[in-house]
Structure formats: structure tokens, C-alpha cells
T-cell receptor
Framework: GIQVEQSPPDLILQEGANSTLRCNFSDSVNNLQWFHQNPWGQLINLFYIPSGTKQNGRLSATTVATERYSLLYISSSQTTDSGVYFCAVQQGAQKLVFGQGTRLTINP | ETGVTQSPTHLIKTRGQQVTLRCSSQSGHNTVSWYQQALGQGPQFIFQYYREEENGRGNFPPRFSGLQFPNYSSELNVNALELDDSALYLC???????????FGDGTRLSIL
């Protein structure tokens, strides 16, 4: 099956810093989503981005489908950005396959 | 617009018992998927229901079963609970199987 790899596994930053999270996938996909899981376990949709670039406030994402990777950018980090960021991909019409996540810690 | 709701939020069971978890899909969504998330791992696909029919299943034993009702809400049933079933169970709904999935807050299941 398709493989999804996220990097880095852990990232510790000071408030105000910028960060880039990467997601590589091993085959073509029709759906790619980025999620933020907060410390209470809630999985929040950030982007639906099978290709192209999208921006939402301090967050933006780019997916280069032909090269099978996606990037999530977080600018001017805040402590509330802490948590685990997941990339998930879908082939066809069934399951999302998740990466192992990047654990982001933003220190005040 | 009501989002995806799951109940209960927390549950404690003992080995060998049976459990039923419930999920109400987002308004207008006819597809529900269930995932299991063990501690420190990404969510793993259990199965998906589309218009009351199972539409795909992950690598989980038959003691994990489910159904979807005419209003598109769904249940996940787990029989003969094992210690390894302790996890966060997430439900997601989507407009159609190929559309973005929106997750509920999950049910945290602990097996003693």
C-alpha cells in the first residue's frame, strides 16, 4: 500500500519562529489533507490540498503532486500551535492513510 | 451546520466485554469512516460506510463490526475486547467517499 512519511518527527521552537513540515508519499493520490491534533485529541482540518498552494492566515500549504510531496508552513508560531500535525492521503474512494505525524512544541 | 459528534467521550471496559461507539455525521454527509489511533501513532482505518453499505475495510479482525443508519449516523461495535483495543476511536464523515473527511472529537476507550 501507499507509504506516507513525515519529517521532522519532532520540532521545538520559540514563539514567533517559522517552521516547515514535510510530507512525502509513495504513489499518486486524489486527496491530501493536513490536520492538527491538539493535546485533547481533537483532529482539526487545516487544508484539503491534493495539488497547488493554499493559505489560511499564518498557515499555508503546497502540494507538488508530480513529485509526491506536500509542505505545511507555519509563520509567527504561537503556543496554541503546539500539537501533532498529520498529513493524510487518499487513493480512490476509501481510507485516508496517515503519516506518523510531526510533534510541534512552541515555547513561550 | 452541525459537525461530527461522537459518544461517549470516554469509556472504560474490561477484557472480554463488548462495546458500542456512536457517531453522528455532519449534516448532508452520507459517508462515515472509523479510525483507531493508538498512543503515539497516526490513525488507522477500520472501515467505511457509504449509504448504509460497507465500502471498504482495513486490517482489523471480524470482532470489529459496524453499521450505518438511514440518517447516516453510524455505530462501531467491538466484541471480546482485548487490552490492545485501548485507543482513541475517531469517526469522520464526508460528502462522498472521495471528498475531504471531517473528524469528530473521538471516543477514548480504555481496557482494564
Amino acid at each position: 500500500g501507499i507509504q506516507v512519511e513525515q519529517s521532522p518527527p519532532d520540532l521545538i521552537l520559540q514563539e514567533g519562529a517559522n517552521s516547515t513540515l514535510r510530507c512525502n508519499f509513495s504513489d499518486s493520490v486524489n486527496n491530501l489533507q493536513w490536520f492538527h491534533q491538539n493535546p485533547w485529541g481533537q483532529l482539526i482540518n487545516l487544508f484539503y490540498i491534493p495539488s497547488g498552494t493554499k493559505q489560511n492566515g499564518r498557515l499555508s500549504a503546497t502540494t507538488v503532486a508530480t513529485e509526491r510531496y506536500s509542505l505545511l508552513y507555519i509563520s509567527s508560531s504561537q503556543t496554541t500551535d503546539s500539537g501533532v500535525y498529520f498529513c493524510a492521503v487518499q487513493q480512490g474512494a476509501q481510507k485516508l492513510v496517515f503519516g506518523q505525524g510531526t510533534r510541534l512544541t512552541i515555547n513561550p | 451546520e452541525t459537525g461530527v459528534t461522537q459518544s461517549p467521550t470516554h469509556l472504560i471496559k474490561t477484557r472480554g466485554q463488548q462495546v458500542t461507539l456512536r457517531c453522528s455525521s455532519q449534516s448532508g454527509h452520507n459517508t462515515v469512516s472509523w479510525y483507531q489511533q493508538a498512543l503515539g501513532q497516526g490513525p488507522q482505518f477500520i472501515f467505511q460506510y457509504y449509504r448504509e453499505e460497507e465500502n471498504g475495510r482495513g486490517n482489523f479482525p471480524p470482532r470489529f463490526s459496524g453499521l450505518q443508519f438511514p440518517n447516516y449516523s453510524s455505530e462501531l461495535n467491538v466484541n471480546a475486547l482485548e487490552l490492545d483495543d485501548s485507543a482513541l476511536y475517531l469517526c469522520a464523515s464526508s460528502l462522498y467517499p472521495t471528498q475531504p473527511q471531517h473528524f469528530g472529537d473521538g471516543t477514548r476507550l480504555s481496557i482494564l
